[in-house]
């Protein structure tokens, strides 16, 4: 799959992906230092005083020139040293690699049960257009859609968990730790997560896979007697593949930000609830070393998106 | 020292649990006579509120943490539940004259790392508390002038000034020892690998998930602690803090919302606890300069207000009005001034049109933006424009609009927040009114209160103490410095296994007397 000039192209977008990284970090470190409120307050505690909190901000070098602040951030940041909050004084890196995984793990189950229930429903749906199946799966989707995914997350709970007791209301575990523990945490947030993505994948799939089924290809193949179901998957599927890539990229990346909400509702240690909380004390470093790994996630994904275009259509070059 | 009588205010106390909480609140509160051995053994699974600041008292600053400090450091001085009347903790005080204050310590009592808890290592805390450059009580011990050790087992204050807040001072950050190996091996690294003498020994912290403790097998309370060890999972969403106890997760969730009392008597085998606190929500005020400079305006918005009503609308009914910024409960309170204000929207229109606003007048009030303050604000902006004062709010986060408010930028003439109250109340008003007090958002202060909160800390008798701060409330209420509107009663849920759990006036919980059923 990575010949040598795929290679030439990954490199290439890697190194494109610095200045975004650079850049990301620095407006959003200007957003803190612009809104009001420091984290000196935070620091100064209950017992704040005008005098402490200077102390504090001179303590800690947040009187310093925003350049220099942000300049010393980023020299130990590409050293791999993602400073420690200023709070609570745990490492940011550490805080990244326990959360990270809770997210990432939601957010795959997620995409994938956004697939396995929004593929056969847009099949469905485009094999028969204008019929009561297409009828109910579009229904669906515009439900899936409009449905916050807070408020289903708060009636799987309701469910699942208080009424059932079948699974976890709240909290999550690392999947290294027990794996099927670490599943059965995140198997509530992903539905709620992928509710969205399932109406998504249904629709999108549904109007391309029209589209194509009704063209003159389409129908010359249908005229030369080649029978339906491979009309639809060997025709119909591979072209619309690469719609469905765009699809399933934007919602991992749409996903990861919704995460914030749904690991509230559900008490998920992860990076939704890490920025927030360094956000509303304005803990830079924290805030900083979560959009660092957010950014080049989505940086990755991104450049996995589009090799994985070429692969599926060479005539769209990376 | 005298002790005052409490009995009355006892008794309403326990009134007021058994009608909110019912009779199994009242027997789950532990009433001392009716208490049982307690069952040793068990891990308690709490849902807390917030992840702390620093789990090093003297660095820290967020209130939220000390029910989580508390199992891992105890304290010299502790308090009574119900009045935060300062009693005898690791330590016994007294004061041979006004500006001497001496400290006789328990023998035997070791911290985590089998140090020990002896004069040398409270000299050494109270000289870090007091001059560490990360030191966030600095003030706190600003009256001490030295520490001297005058036995293995006693230390001895030299004071600057006589501060007899200084035992309920000992009883907060201040008075938690930390262990001075610890510090002098660790340094800054000890506020996430603590070392104190309580009842528990820190375990683990991840941050914004889970803080263990678990039993400190040498504690100098014999047969206590009765929990193997307590498991904090961090919950900041209240409704889903309140969730996990209803699913069995978690044993306890504290510090909720009135609005979840439904949910949390509807749920099977929860326990409601609901206990009187000194959390006063309140309106601050920019007195320093217009229109708030002018007493009749902050007269008006006071007789505005119906705080029965805010009560019922905004608290659902779990709360007390408040007159003042000490609850009707607290020993200091001072019942005389008490009516000031009733609520009287006439007198309100009358005050404003003689302070030159006939038509009404606009101001400017910063809020937060979590679902109960902004049920808060809209009860507010009701009830005083009702008299014509129109509200223009403004609502962000507690670090942004608290940070406009008190900070250099006076951004709004009215703050509607919350004071969360402090073990003596000479903290209350020297941090919130007197001149220069960061929570005094002009920073102006009537000279003569100034005189007296430095004249309530002379005194050891609570009765002569009480009388400084009856003074002090006078000038507080009628110079309308503020505008109290309800102290918040604490909800707790509970599942019923937990055991022997007492609420106290702080409104933040401790788990030293929680057994496991």
Redesign the interface.
């Known amino acids: 799959m990575l010949n040598a000039a795929r290679l030439h192209i990954v490199g290439r977008r890697v190194l494109q992906a610095i200045p975004v990284v650079v850049l990301s970090t620095f407006i959003v470190f200007g957003l803190l230092k612009l809104?009001?409120?420091?984290?000196a307050?935070?620091?100064?505690?209950?017992?704040?005083?005008?005098q402490?909190?200077a102390?504090i901000r001179e303590?800690y070098g947040l009187n310093q020139p925003f350049l220099l602040q942000y300049g010393s951030w980023l020299a130990k940041a590409v050293q791999g040293d993602l400073s420690n909050?200023l709070?609570?004084?745990?490492a940011v890196l550490t805080?990244i690699q326990?959360?990270l995984p809770h997210t990432l793990l939601i957010v795959t189950l997620a995409l994938l049960t956004a697939l396995l229930i929004g593929v056969p429903l847009g099949i469905a749906a485009a094999t028969k257009p204008g019929s009561w199946i297409d009828s109910v799966v579009m229904a669906i989707a515009s439900l899936g859609v409009a449905v916050p995914n807070f408020w289903l997350g708060?009636l799987l709970?309701a469910f699942f968990?208080?009424q059932l007791?079948w699974l976890?209301?709240?909290?999550a575990v690392a999947f290294t730790k027990d794996p099927w523990a670490s599943l059965s945490h995140a198997i509530l947030p992903a539905v709620a997560l992928a509710s969205g993505g399932i109406a998504e994948v249904a629709r999108q799939l549904r109007s391309s896979l029209v589209e194509i089924l009704s063209s003159q290809q389409v129908r010359t193949l249908h005229a030369k007697g080649l029978p339906p179901s491979s009309i639809l998957w060997r025709h119909g599927l591979k072209n619309v593949s690469v719609n469905l890539l765009t699809v399933i990229s934007l919602l991992a990346n749409r996903m990861l930000a919704a995460t914030v909400v749904v690991e509230?509702?559900?008490?998920i240690?992860g990076m939704g609830?890490?920025i927030v909380?360094a956000a509303?004390?304005?803990d830079f470093p924290v805030v900083q070393g979560v959009v660092f790994t957010m950014v080049l996630i989505v940086v990755s994904l991104n450049l996995l998106t589009d090799i994985l275009y070429s692969v599926l259509d060479p005539r769209i070059a990376a | 020292m005298r002790i005052l009588d409490l009995g009355s205010r006892t008794l309403r106390r326990r009134d007021i649990l058994a009608l909110i909480g019912g009779g199994a609140a009242a027997a789950a509160v532990g009433l001392p006579a009716l208490a049982q051995e307690p069952k040793k053994g068990g891990v308690l699974k709490v849902?807390a509120p917030a992840?702390?600041?620093?789990l090093d008292p003297a660095t820290?600053?967020?209130?939220s943490d000390h029910s989580i400090l508390w199992t891992i450091y105890d304290t010299l001085v502790e308090w009574d539940y119900d009045t935060l009347k300062p009693r005898p903790g690791m330590a016994k005080w007294s004061y041979p004259n006004p500006t001497t204050m001496v400290i006789d310590i328990t023998p035997g009592i070791q911290f985590h790392d089998g140090t020990a808890m002896d004069a040398e290592a409270v000299k050494f805390n109270l000289d870090r508390n007091r001059s560490d450059?990360?030191s966030?009580?600095?003030?706190?011990l600003a009256s001490i002038e030295s520490i001297e050790v005058t036995s293995p087992l006693q230390v001895t204050l030299k004071l600057k000034s006589p501060d007899t807040s200084l035992p309920a001072i000992l009883s907060d950050r201040a008075g938690m020892m930390v262990s001075p190996t610890n510090i002098k091996a660790l340094g800054?690294?000890t506020?996430?690998k603590p070392v104190g003498a309580g009842p528990w020994k820190f375990v683990r912290?991840?941050?914004?998930?889970?803080i263990v403790v678990a039993r400190h097998e040498n504690y100098w309370r014999k047969g206590r602690p009765y929990l193997d060890g307590i498991e904090f999972?961090?919950?900041?969403?209240n409704?889903?803090?309140l969730?996990?106890v209803?699913?069995?997760?978690?044993d306890m969730a504290f510090q909720l919302p009135a609005r979840l009392k439904p949910v949390i008597e509807r749920a099977k085998d929860l326990t409601m606890v609901s206990s009187p606190t000194l959390y006063c929500i309140q309106v601050y005020f920019n007195y320093a300069r217009a229109p708030l400079d002018n007493l009749k305006v902050r007269q008006a918005i006071n007789f505005a207000f119906d705080r029965d009503t805010f009560v019922k609308a905004a608290l659902s009914g779990l709360g007390e009005s408040a007159r003042m910024t000490l609850p009707s409960s607290h020993w200091a309170f001072n019942k005389d001034v008490a009516g000031t204000y009733p609520h009287d929207p006439e007198k309100a229109k009358k005050l404003l049109a003689e302070a030159g606003y006939k038509d009404g007048l606009e101001l400017t009030i910063g809020g937060y933006t979590d679902q109960d303050s902004v049920r808060r604000g809209e009860v507010i902006q009701d009830q005083l424009g009702k008299v014509g004062i129109r509200l223009k709010f403004t609502r962000?986060?507690?670090?942004?609009?608290?940070?406009?408010f008190?900070?250099q930028?006076k951004?709004f003439d009215l703050l509607v927040s919350a004071w969360?109250g402090r073990p003596d109340p000479s903290m209350t008003y020297g941090?919130g009114f007197d001149k220069?007090?960061?929570?005094n958002a002009g920073r102006t202060a009537d000279p003569e209160l100034s005189k007296l909160i430095l004249e309530s800390r002379v005194s050891e008798d609570l009765a002569k103490r009480a009388e400084v701060f009856a003074r002090i409330q006078r000038i507080t209420v009628e110079q309308a410095l503020s505008a109290p509107l309800a102290f918040q009663f604490e909800l707790d849920a509970l599942s019923s296994k937990v055991k022997g759990f007492k609420p106290n006036l702080l409104g933040k919980p401790k788990f030293e007397y929680i057994s496991l059923a």
């Not at chain 2, 220069?436 to 929570?439: K, L």
């Open positions: 809104v009001p409120g420091d984290v307050v935070t620091l100064a505690g209950d017992n704040a005083s005008d402490r909190i102390e303590l909050s709070v609570s004084n745990e805080s326990r959360c708060m709970v968990s208080l007791n976890p209301a709240t909290g509230a509702v559900f008490a240690p609830g890490l909380n509303m004390h304005r | 849902a992840n702390p600041s620093s820290g600053g967020a209130g450059q990360r966030n009580i600095k003030s706190d800054n690294e506020d996430r912290w991840n941050d914004n998930e889970i999972n961090i919950i900041t969403e409704a889903t803090a969730r996990s209803v699913a069995g997760q978690n962000g986060t507690i670090a942004e609009i608290s940070a406009q008190f900070a930028e951004k969360t941090l220069g007090a960061y929570y």
